[in-house]
C-alpha cells in the first residue's frame, strides 16, 4: 500500500513533461494489472484495482493545472504536440482530412484572391478614400447625343475643364481616355521592330492627382498638355523591366509614336497599372492634346463628344451631397451650350441630366462591373463545397472518437474533466484544420492561375497576383480557424462524454447502434448540398450548349483575323484608299488565299458603332443602327450570304453615288412586310440627310458583337466611300471614320502560318504597318463565350468534387455502420439470413438517408437558388425537369456505389468470428 501511494506522489511531483508521464502512467497501470492477474485475480478486477490505484493523479494535474495559469502556454504547446504525434499515428485519417479541407479551404481562398483583386482592392495611390469619380458606371469609348435615362459617365474635354474651372472642392480634378487604345512604338536609333503596345491619353495633373511619385525621370506636369506643347510620354514600370530590363537611359530617349518623335520623361511608379483594372494595361501614357497629332482624331475639342472619365482628390471636410448638386448644376451647364441639348428636341432631355459622385479609390471600375455577379456566385459555390468538405471532416472526428472511446474513458476514470479532454480534442481538430488551411494555400495559389488562365485567356499583362496577399493570408487562416472550432466542438464534446466504466472492460464489444443520429444528418446535409451544385452545374452546361449551338450565320472554316491600325502608321484619310487595293493585291498573291476582306471591324469582336437612322419619306419611323465599313470581298469571307440586290464592287468607289447594303433585321424594322428596298434611300434622321445612302443589297442577319444581341439592325458602307453628312462637313483628312482596323483572310486550307505571312506582308508594305491582334475566326467567336465557358467549368468542377466528397462521407458512416453492427449481423447470419438479406438491410440504410438530402432539402433548395442564376444563363426560366433528373439520378448511383461497397462486405461476414469478443 505505502508503495503504492509513494509512486502516486512521484507523478504528482515529478517535473517531467504530461507526454512523459502519460507513458509513464499508462506502463504502470498495465504493470500493476499484470502484477494483480499473477496472483491469480481475474483480469477485470485486476484492471479496476489498478485504476483506483492511480484514480487520483489526472485530477490533481487538472486541479494543478486551473490553480496555475501561467502555465496555459506551456500546456497549449503541450497540447498541439499530443495533437501532432495523434495525428502522425493515424497517417489515413491525418491525410484524408487535410486533403478533403484543403481543397474546401483552397477553393475558397482561390476565389476570394479574384475577389480581393477585382471587387475589393484600391489602386495603389495616395490617400484612395479621398478621391471621387464623376459617374458611376463604364461607359465606352465615344458617345455623342441624348442619353436616357440621363445618368452620365462619359464627358467632352470641354466639360472637364469646365469642371476644373468652377468646382473649387477638388484638390486635383484629373480626366482620363475612356476606351484603352494602341499605338505603334519603337525606340529610335535601335534595331526594334515597330510594334503595337497599350496606351491612355490622361491629362496633366493625372499621375497628380493620385500622389504618385516617378520611378526615374519626372511624371506629367500641366505644361506637357497644352497644344503645340513637345510630344512625351511616360512608360510603365512593367513595360520598363520586361521590354527594357530596367535600363536608366529608356528616360529621355526618343521613341516613335504612330510614326512621331515622342520623348520618354519617366518611368511610372512600380506597382501602377493604370486607373482601372484591365488585362491590358497601357504600356504608355500620352498626353490628351497629343490625340490629334498622334492619332489624327479631331473629337478631342468637339463639345458634343463624349469620351473621358474623370477623377478628382475632394479636399478635406467637403459634404459630398452639396457637391453632388454643384456638379450637376454644372454638368448641365456645359450641356446645355452644345447643339445636341440646344435643339429643340434636346431641351426636354436637358432637366434629366444627372452624374453620380461615386468612390474612386479603385478606379474606374470596368472589370468589377463585368465580373461581379460572376465572383459572387462562385464565392457561394466554394462556400458550399467547403460547407461538405467539413461535414466529411465532422463525420471522421465524429468516427475517430468512436474508435478512442476507451483512451477516454480511461482518461476520465483517472480523474481527467469533461472542459479538459473536450479542450485536447478541439485542439487536435484545430491543429488539423490549421495544417489544412496551409495545405490549401497552394491549392490556392494553383487554383488561382487556373482561373486567371480561364478568364483571361492569352492575357500577358492582368495586374492580379496569384501568389496569396495578405489579405488572402489572413482569409485562410480565419477559414481554417472557424472551420476547426465550428466542426470540430461537437464530435470532441460528444467523444469526451465517456464512461468510466469502460475503462474497467476488458475488451471493447461491437454494438448494434449504428451511425449516430449527428452522423447520418450530416450525411443528409452533403446530399443535398451535392444535389444542389449538381442541378447548377447541369443548368450552366445546357445554356452554354444553348449560346454554342446558336446559328451566327457565318463560317468560320479556314478563316483568319488580322488587326492592324493604319492611321497609327502615319496614313492619313485621303491614302488609305491606295493602302487597301495595295493589301488586296499583295495578300491575294499568296498562294493559298482566297478572299481579303477589309472592314472597320469584325463581327465577334467586342466592337460597335452607331447611330440615328431614317428612311426617306418616312419621317415619323427612326431608330437606331449599327454601321461598318467593309471591301468588296468582306461579305465572303465572313461567309455573310446575300439575300436581294448586289454586295458592294469595284464600281462602288470615293467619286460613286453613295451606296449600302443592309440586313434582313434592317428591312424588318423600316419596310413594311413584301416591300422591296432595293433602290429606297435612307440617312441620318432630318430632312437634309435621310436620303444620303442608296439600298442596294439584303443580307442575311449574321452576328456582331453578341450572339444573343436580337433584332441587330444594321448596314453597311464601301469601305474607302464618305459619308455625305461627313464631306458636307469638311475636307476628307479630318474623316476618320475612313480607318480600317481588320483583315479577313480566307485560305483555301487550313494554314499554320497565316500569322507570319501577314506580319512579313504588311511589314513589307511599310514597316511601320505592324499586326496589332492576330486571331483565327473560330478563337474570335470562342472569345465571345469566355466567361460563359469560365463559370460553366467551374461550377462542373465545384460539383464533381462535392458529389465526390458527399459518396466518400457516405462510404465512411455505412463501413462504419457495418463495423458497429458486426455482432449483430453475424447473429442474423447464425439465424439464417441471406447475404443479399443483409445487402438490402445495409443499402436500405444507406439510400434512405441519401433519399431524405434529395428529397425533404436538395431538391426545393435547388428549385429555389436556380431562380437567382436565371439573369446569368440563356434562355432559362426556372429549373429544368431534364437537368434535375439527371442530376437525381448521378446522386443516386453515387451513393448505391458508395453503399454497395460496405454492404458486400456486410454479406461476407463469417457468423463465427463475428461472435467472438475478448
Known sequence: MLKEWLTRLRFLISPKPHREIDDELQFHIERQVQEYVATGMPQHEARRKAVVAFGGIESARAQTHEQRPSIFLGTLLQDVSYALRQLRKSRGFTVTAVLTLALGIGANAAIFTLVNAILLKNLPVVDPANLIRIGDNSECCVDSGIQDPGDYALFSTDTWQQLQKNAPEFEELAAMQSGLGTVIARRDKTQEAARSVASEFVSGNYFRTFGLQPRIGRLFTDADNVIGAPLVAVMSYNTWQNNYAGDPSVVGSIFWINTKAVIITGIAPKGFFGDRLSSSPPDFYLPIETVPVL?????????????LYIIGRVKPGVAIAPLRAKINELVRQSFAATTTFSSELGKPYLAKVSVTLSPGGAGIQEMQDDYASKLKLLMWISGLVLLIACANIANLLLVRGMNRHEEMSIRTALGAMRTRIVRQLLTESLVLSMISGMA?????????????????????????????????????????????????????WITSNADPADALRSGSRATTSGASLLQRSLIVLQSALALVLLVGAGMFIQSLNKLRNIDLKLNATNRYIVHFNPQAAGYSPAQVEALYRTIEDRFHAIPGIRKVGISSYTPMEANNMGRGVQIQGQPDLQDGASWLRTSSEYFDSVGTHIL????????????????????QSFVNRFFKLGENPIGRHFGSPGP???????????VEDTAYNSATWKDHHMYFLPLTQRDPKSARKGPIDGDTSLYAEAIVLQTDRPMDNVQSLARQTLAAINPNLSVVKFQTFDE??????????????????????????????????????????????????ALGASRGSVVGMIMRGAMLQTAIGLAAIGIPVAWFCVRYIESQLYESKGISLAVLTIATLTLTAAATAAGLIPARRAASTNPSQALRTE
Open 295 to 307: 492619332t489624327n482624331r479631331t473629337f478631342v475639342h468637339e463639345p458634343e463628344q463624349r469620351w
Open 440 to 492: 490549401g494555400l497552394i491549392v490556392a495559389y494553383a487554383g488561382t492561375r487556373m482561373l486567371l488562365a480561364m478568364a483571361f485567356p492569352g492575357a500577358q499583362g492582368v495586374p492580379i497576383d496569384a501568389r496569396p496577399s495578405g489579405m488572402v493570408l489572413a482569409f485562410a487562416f480565419g477559414v481554417s480557424l472557424l472551420t476547426g472550432i465550428l466542426f470540430g466542438v461537437v464530435p470532441a
Open 644 to 663: 436581294m440586290g448586289r454586295v458592294f464592287t469595284a464600281r462602288d468607289t470615293s467619286t460613286s453615288p453613295s451606296v449600302a447594303v443592309v440586313n
Open 688 to 698: 437634309q440627310t435621310s436620303g444620303d445612302f442608296e439600298i442596294i443589297g439584303v
Open 780 to 829: 474570335q467567336i470562342a472569345d465571345r463565350f469566355t466567361e460563359d465557358r469560365m463559370i460553366t467549368r467551374l461550377m462542373t468542377l465545384f460539383s464533381i468534387v462535392a458529389l465526390l466528397l458527399a459518396t466518400l462521407g457516405l462510404y465512411g458512416v455505412t463501413a462504419y455502420t457495418v463495423t458497429r453492427r458486426t455482432s449483430e449481423i453475424g447473429i442474423r447470419m
